[in-house]
């Protein structure tokens, strides 16, 4: 997990994921879907021990204060006080953006197990739920690609093609643009798990090639946005960064990258 030249697949991920639920009572896991080829899509749940036994009512907390038309200002009050944060982490959409599976079972394993006090405070007041594999057919068509194809390969110029013609069953899919239309099966799962568990923070993660500059030219990207505006969009990923590490995450960067329709900001930690 994790080591150079190597890339889990879907099986051998969720094999571990079920050895540490296993393991502690930290930890537990849950079948949110299938994929159209019949992989399971597996989440876990971490937290404390007193958060894992009281999950039942820690999810009806956030879907009651998900729906302001069925509360008052009081009542959500008190079941802020009594309740926790949901984060949710969803890993390896887009397919030959591998490393954020190795980073989400890492992350599983440090949060079930570390001691230290800032790992031991998530615990305590959040629950951290994870997706190590929200599209299991094109990682695994990824992984497979990678051992026949790429590993051992570094002259970039040589390379072959980076990843499979295609990752899902039927389509080199973007998938991401498939929440509008819910039309793959790993897509619905992820909506049903919102809707399951009205996470307060949802987290994609991604991947981008480092020291990306190709959009943060001269412009004009937008006719419609003054580049003015643009510019401070891209600030905004500097006072991100300054504010995580100001908070002692080790390690962060950014991209600070934007299409000036909608802007991405992409936050990286080892």
Do not use: C
């Amino acid at each position: 997990m994790g080591a150079p030249g190597e890339l889990l697949a879907t099986a051998k991920a969720y094999e571990y994921a079920r050895a540490l639920a296993s393991a502690t009572p930290r930890v537990r896991v849950f079948t949110i879907g299938r994929s159209e080829e019949g992989r399971e899509i597996l989440m876990l749940a971490i937290a404390d021990e007193a958060g894992i036994r009281d999950l039942d009512r820690l999810k009806a907390a956030t879907a009651a204060l998900a729906d302001p038309r069925r509360i008052d200002p009081m009542a959500a009050e008190k079941i802020i006080s009594t309740s926790r944060p949901i984060y949710y982490f969803n890993a390896a959409l887009h397919s030959d953006e591998t490393g954020s599976t190795e980073a989400m079972v890492e992350l599983a394993y440090r949060l079930a197990v570390s001691e230290q006090p800032m790992i031991r405070r998530i615990r305590e007041k959040l629950i951290v739920l994870i997706n190590p594999i929200s599209n299991p057919d094109g990682r695994d068509k990824m992984v497979d690609w990678f051992y026949r194809y790429l590993k051992g390969k570094t002259e970039r110029n040589t390379l072959p093609r980076q990843s499979p013609p295609y990752w899902s069953k039927y389509s080199f899919v973007d998938i991401n643009r498939d929440t509008h239309q819910q039309t793959h099966e790993t897509t619905k799962a992820v909506h049903r798990m919102f809707h399951e568990w009205h996470p307060t923070v949802v987290h994609d993660l991604h991947e981008g090639s480092p020291l990306m500059m190709t959009w943060n030219g001269t412009g004009p990207y937008n006719p419609n946005i003054d580049p003015i505006t643009y510019t401070e969009f891209l600030e905004l990923s500097f006072h991100e960064v300054e504010t995580m590490t100001a908070m002692g995450m080790p390690g962060v960067s950014t991209w600070n990258f934007g299409e000036a329709l909608h802007t991405f900001i992409s936050i990286q930690s080892p």
